[in-house]
């Protein structure tokens, strides 16, 4: 077999149609038949320099330019010291030349009555206020606001088939063939798809379906010319997923908060998500050690007063009274605390509906209830494994236990002591155990984790900026 035939049987395996073969000199050795090329009018330097091309469809000629970021694949073989490349330009590029390749099969994505067509190729399910240049971007209505910018990738192949991979979203994606919550998506791995799987995107249930014939006029203007056929293992380093993540990462630009906040980016989402929840970790250890320093402090410790001075009658009954205040203040929580366990105040996060439906009828036997606004409440449920929510950190923040789903859902007629099951958190960056969690949440200072640190969030686009100032408000300060 030719080092051509290689090259041309690596590019087509993978579903890419329109492609330029190149020599190493940059000569022209073959193209496929949506192309005609004019050869003295293409360079090339081994992809890393600028490739000056001619591209005709049908009679009209169009004149491009393509730099190194245009390129989406790069398939290659060496054979007897000599070198063979197949270039394929980028969906932003090649859309406005090549006509949309069709599949035999077309599938869509089916939410509340609404069809989401999927292309061939890599489509991206999240949640995007702007076009996402040169992906097929599905933009999926949250209605609590659940869905991470890049909540899931669906690949469709060339032959029909179809798959699904999380892409580490905060609230997840669960996948079900029967009735019923199905399972979590682990991050980073593909799972097949069949006509009428039941897919839940954070809070937005869909359903997997087949459409009969083809959409000739789609939703989405931009077509991934690729489709991979996939492993169900994890991701292997292909250089087709790496240009994508590449392209979307230059097309949403990340911005960074003023250094007065202390946070840091990450691949792990959160507050971008829920209104919200973009790439912004705040390490929970992190933010301990921030808010623990000394504005609170110095507020606390008595300064010794100069001893040629004499303290007022003010002066000196100060010390006293603030101590009356703050006995009469803790014997208040304590009470309150009790009223709390006898009556639990619940709140949700990170679970689909059927285990909202689940805990919300056990919380009601236990003659409590269920409510949305954490600052209201007194435990927190999450599903399993946890996730990093807003909801999460204000808890932690507020010394609000954090617990699983199994610890209210029992047979028992009343709860055990919550510190007793308290969760850990694992993500990308950090592992929290459930210790280092217990110890914060409930430390000796009942105050708010974050009061007296103040931050500056003007740097934060409009929709990270209302969940970041919920999270800080929500922890006790003003942002």
């Known amino acids: 077999m030719s080092q051509l ?81 197949g270039v394929v330009a980028k969906p932003a590029l090649a859309s406005s030349l090549i006509p949309p390749s069709m599949s035999t099969t077309a599938y869509a994505l089916v939410a509340n009555e609404r069809q ?57 994606t669960f996948l079900s063939i029967r009735p019923g919550p199905g399972i979590r998506l682990e991050a980073n791995r593909y799972y097949q798809l069949s006509p009428g799987c039941r897919i839940v995107f954070g809070d937005v249930v869909c359903t997997f379906e087949t459409l009969s014939e083809a959409l000739q006029a789609p939703e989405h203007p931009e ?48 507050l971008d998500e829920s209104g919200s929840l973009s790439r912004e970790p705040a390490a929970l250890r992190e933010t301990v050690s921030t808010t623990k320093k000394a504005p609170r402090r110095e507020r606390r410790e008595p300064t010794a007063p100069s001893p040629p001075l004499k303290r007022t009658k003010v002066e000196s009954a100060a010390p006293s009274s603030s101590l009356k205040v703050e006995t009469a203040a803790t014997a208040k929580a304590t009470t309150a605390a009790r009223a709390h366990a006898a009556r639990p105040h619940v709140c949700l996060t990170g679970m689909d509906s059927d285990e909202r439906a689940a805990v919300t009828k056990r919380v009601r036997e236990l003659k409590g209830r269920v409510v949305d606004d954490i600052t209201k409440a007194n435990l ?50 950090h592992t929290y155990t459930a210790a280092e969690l217990k110890k914060v949440i409930y430390r000796k200072d009942a105050s708010p984790l974050l009061q007296g640190v103040s931050f500056n969030i003007a740097a934060l686009s409009t929709k990270t900026k209302s969940v970041a100032a919920e999270i800080i408000s929500s922890s006790g300060e003003r942002w």
Not at 38 to 50: C, F, G, H, S, T
Not at 144 to 164: E, P
Not at 225 to 233: H, I, V, Y
Not at 383 to 395: D, G, H, L, Q, S
Request: net charge positive; hydrophobic share 40%.
């Open 5 to 85: 035939s290689i090259v041309k049987d690596q590019l087509l395996s993978k579903g890419i149609n329109h492609f330029v073969v190149l020599s190493s000199s940059g000569q022209v050795v073959e193209y496929s038949g949506d192309f005609e090329i004019k050869e003295k009018q293409v360079l090339a330097y081994a992809i890393i320099q600028q490739c000056s091309a001619l591209f005709a469809k049908g009679e009209s000629m169009k004149r491009v330019t393509m730099k190194f970021d245009d390129v989406l694949y790069v398939a290659t073989t060496v054979q007897d010291s000599a070198m063979v490349y």
């Open 116 to 172: 989401y067509p999927l292309q061939v190729g890599k489509n991206v399910v999240g949640r995007s206020s702007v076009p996402v240049e040169g992906v097929s971007f599905i933009n999926l209505e949250s209605p609590l606001a659940a869905i991470s910018r890049m909540q899931a990738f669906v690949d469709i192949g060339a032959n029909g088939d179809a798959w699904i991979s999380d892409c580490n979203s905060t609230n997840g």
């Open 223 to 270: 077509h991934p010319l690729t489709s991979l056929s996939l492993p169900t293992r994890k991701t292997e380093s292909l250089g087709v997923i790496d240009a994508f993540t590449d392209s979307a990462a230059k097309t949403t630009p990340l911005r960074h908060p003023s250094k007065q906040a202390n946070a840091h980016r990450s691949n792990v989402p959160y």
């Open 380 to 429: 927190l449920v999450v599903a399993a494994p946890p996730v990093r929510t807003p909801k999460f950190i204000v808890a932690v923040a507020r010394g609000i236990p954090v617990v699983s789903v199994d610890y209210i859902c029992n047979r028992r007629a009343a709860l055990d002591d919550a510190r007793h099951h308290i969760v850990g958190l694992k993500t990308d960056q």
